[in-house]
C-alpha cells in the first residue's frame, strides 16, 4: 500500500539509497536535502531524473535538519501536497574521525545537533500529523557502535549515535498509544558504498592531533582498514535500503524493533538483544506492556 515518507539526509549514501529504493517499492518518497538549488543541487537533479526514468514517485524537499524553520516548512509541503504523512526517516547523520581530545566543544555540539537534535526537530514538526491520523513509523537509522566494538578516533559519532539510539528506545514507547510504531535500522561499518568515511570531518585543535600522532601514528587509517578486512567480499551498502523497505512494506504490528544489517558483525547485535530484552521485562514489570506494541487504530495506514 503506497505510503508517504520523508526522508532526511537523502542526498547521499543511505539516505539516497533508500528513498530510490522505497520509491521503487511504489511509495510517495520526499527525499529531504539542504541547499538543494546550491551545493545539493546536482543530487536534486539526479533524483528528478531517477524519477522520471523509473516513472516512481520520488521528490526532493529542501531541508536542512539543524534548522527548525527548514523542517517545519519541509513537513508543510509534504501534508500539504499529501493530507497525510506516514513514515518518518532519520537518517541524516555527520561523522567526524580523530583523538576525542582535539575536537573542540563546539565541534562535538556541531555532530550532535546533525544526529540527535535533528531528529526532535523534525518530530516536533511531523509527529502531530501523525499522532492526528492514529498510525505511522518512525524508522531511525542507527548505528552498530553504539553497543558493539568500538575502535578509537571515532568517540563523537559514536556518542551522538548512542544518544539517538536513546531517544528512540523512549520514543517507541511514548508514541505506542497513538498507533504509531518504531524500528530501528541498524547498519554496520560499512566502509566502500557510501561518503561516509570520505567525508568524515576532522578535529580543529591540530596541536592536540600531532601530540596523538607520536604513539598513534595512522592509527585511523589502521581502523579503516581493518574494518573493510571485517566485512565479506560480498557486503552491499544497498542491503541497508532493502531492510528499510521490508519493513516499511511490512502490515502494522509486525515491524521489527530493531534489525541489525553489519557484515563485520562487531557483537551490536547481541548486546542489543539482551538491552531490548530487559526493556521488555522491565516495562512488564511495571505493568506499562501495552507500551511494547503501537496500538492498533481504526484508521487504516496509506
Request: negative net charge; without cysteine; charged residues 20%.
Amino acid at each position: 500500500m503506497n505510503k508517504v515518507i520523508i526522508v532526511t539526509g537523502a542526498s547521499s549514501g543511505f539516505g539516497a539509497l533508500s528513498a530510490r529504493a522505497l520509491a521503487d517499492a511504489g511509495h510517495t518518497v520526499y527525499a529531504g536535502m539542504r541547499d538543494s538549488a546550491g551545493r545539493n543541487a546536482p543530487q536534486a537533479a539526479e533524483a528528478e531524473r531517477y524519477a522520471a526514468q523509473g516513472g516512481v514517485d520520488l521528490r526532493t524537499v529542501e531541508l536542512d535538519i539543524s534548522a527548525q524553520d527548514s523542517v517545519d516548512a519541509a513537513v508543510e509541503t509534504v501534508f500539504s501536497d499529501q493530507r497525510r504523512i506516514d513514515v518518518l526517516v532519520h537518517n541524516a547523520g555527520h561523522m567526524v574521525t580523530g583523538p576525542a581530545e582535539a575536537f573542540t566543544v563546539d565541534q562535538y555540539a556541531q555532530v550532535y545537533d546533525t544526529n540527535v537534535l535533528g531528529t526532535q526537530r523534525l518530530n516536533r514538526a511531523a509527529l502531530p500529523h501523525l499522532r492526528a491520523q492514529g498510525h505511522g513509523l518512525v524508522l531511525w537509522v542507527g548505528s552498530t557502535s553504539t553497543r558493539g566494538g568500538t575502535p578509537p578516533y571515532l568517540a563523537p559519532y559514536f556518542a551522538a549515535k548512542a544518544a539517538m539510539d536513546a531517544l528512540a528506545v523512549s520514543y517507541a514507547a511514548e508514541l505506542a498509544r497513538f498507533g504509531i510504531e518504531t524500528s530501528i535500522v541498524v547498519p554496520g561499518a560499512f566502509t566502500s558504498g557510501t561518503n561516509h568515511f570520505a567525508h568524515s570531518g576532522s578535529p580543529d585543535d591540530r596541536e592536540v592531533v600531532a601530540d596523538y600522532d607520536v604513539l598513534y601514528p595512522g592509527l585511523m587509517e589502521q581502523v579503516g582498514a581493518r574494518l573493510a578486512e571485517l566485512a565479506p567480499p560480498d557486503a552491499d551498502v544497498s542491503a541497508v535500503a532493502a531492510a528499510i523497505v521490508e519493513i516499511v512494506d511490512m502490515p502494522h504490528g509486525t515491524r521489527p524493533f530493531r534489525r541489525h544489517i553489519d557484515p563485520a558483525d562487531d557483537g551490536a547485535e547481541v548486546v542489543n538483544a539482551v538491552a531490548d530484552r530487559i526493556r521488555v521485562e522491565f516495562l512488564t514489570r511495571v505493568g506499562l506492556e501495552d507500551l511494547l506494541h503501537a496500538r492498533v487504530s481504526a484508521v487504516t495506514e496509506g
